[in-house]
């Protein structure tokens, strides 16, 4: 990895406290990247949150900046309009543009429940959380790209990523755990290809993004493993939670961080412009890899 290749790019990556938030902003600190992270839990202005969860967009700049980026972590509700037109005000005024966004907000995993809960048909599903889950889905980003877009275009060049949950593909074929839960995973690949539309002129591209089976935190946490011995998890003996064989195909945040990262550095980005990608097809393409020099692919398997 070129630990140069973003050194003076501005990206943004909303929602970057944890998960696949924070191994994109990860990803691009390697590269060099200033990374202003973005998210609602924060140790120094707290926003409400609908995970009870310890990370901070605070240890995502952190980890930005020991890996040789510039992190800088500003907490805002992408929900509320006026914090993200704050957020493009102070960006404005701090950096005068940016060359990436990245629209990882989401916040729903609760919403959707366990897999006991799946397959609940819109009548019986809960109305309320079936509509938060959609509003922080769609609304957070279309409020961000309208407040942040405008940095985006000042010059040719940048680069609109939308991440979400399988690709256009895959999901205009396969119902996804419930009415809400699918509509919202659709819309996410559909604001790709429609941004990217827009954004074309402005010789910018947007492109809808996603990672295969992802251990984010939370995921560690449902089978009682940590990044260093997830392959526990498989282990049909083990006292915890057994993970299925799929498992063994997962990959870590910094994966899908990693084909961010290339993409930005990648001056021929616009070839992708409004298509529907996955971490592991676009590690193919660039030949990155995971923190442990595998290549997984987890799409390819379904």
Request: proline residues 5%; charged residues 20%.
């Amino acid at each position: 990895m070129d630990r140069e290749a973003l050194r003076g790019r501005v990206a943004v990556v909303a929602g970057a406290t944890r998960g696949a938030g924070r191994g994109i902003a990860a990803a691009l600190g390697e590269a060099g990247a200033t990374v202003i992270c973005t998210g609602r839990s924060s140790r120094v202005r707290p926003i409400p949150s609908d995970y009870d969860r310890p990370e901070t967009v605070e240890e995502t700049a952190e980890l930005v900046t020991r890996l040789g980026g510039t992190g800088i972590a500003v907490p805002v509700d992408h929900l509320d309009p006026g914090q993200v037109g704050a957020l493009a005000g102070r960006i404005r005024h701090d950096h005068g543009h940016i060359d990436v966004l990245v629209n990882d907000i989401w916040g729903g995993e609760r919403l959707k429940g366990g897999p006991a809960r799946w397959n609940t048909p819109v009548w019986e599903h809960n109305l309320a959380g079936g509509l938060r889950m959609l509003r922080l889905a769609v609304d957070t980003h279309l409020i961000t790209s309208h407040h942040l877009l405008p940095l985006l275009i000042g010059s040719p060049g940048g680069l609109l990523v939308e991440v979400t949950d399988g690709t256009a593909e895959y999901n205009a074929s396969h119902y996804r755990i419930s009415v809400f839960y699918d509509l919202a995973k659709v819309a996410v690949n559909r604001l790709a290809f429609s941004q990217g539309h827009e954004l074309e002129r402005h010789g910018a591209a947007a492109i809808a993004l996603t990672p295969g089976w992802l251990r984010s935190e939370m995921m560690l946490d449902n089978y009682g493993v940590s990044e260093e011995n997830w392959r526990d998890a498989l282990d049909p003996a083990r006292a915890g939670p057994v993970a299925p064989a799929g498992f063994a195909h997962s990959e870590s945040p910094r994966f899908v961080g990693r084909a961010v990262a290339a993409l930005a550095a990648d001056p021929d980005r616009g070839r992708w412009n409004q298509k529907s990608l996955t971490s592991g097809e676009l590690a193919r393409v660039y030949g990155f890899t995971d923190v442990d020099g595998s290549q997984p692919d987890a799409w390819r398997l379904s």
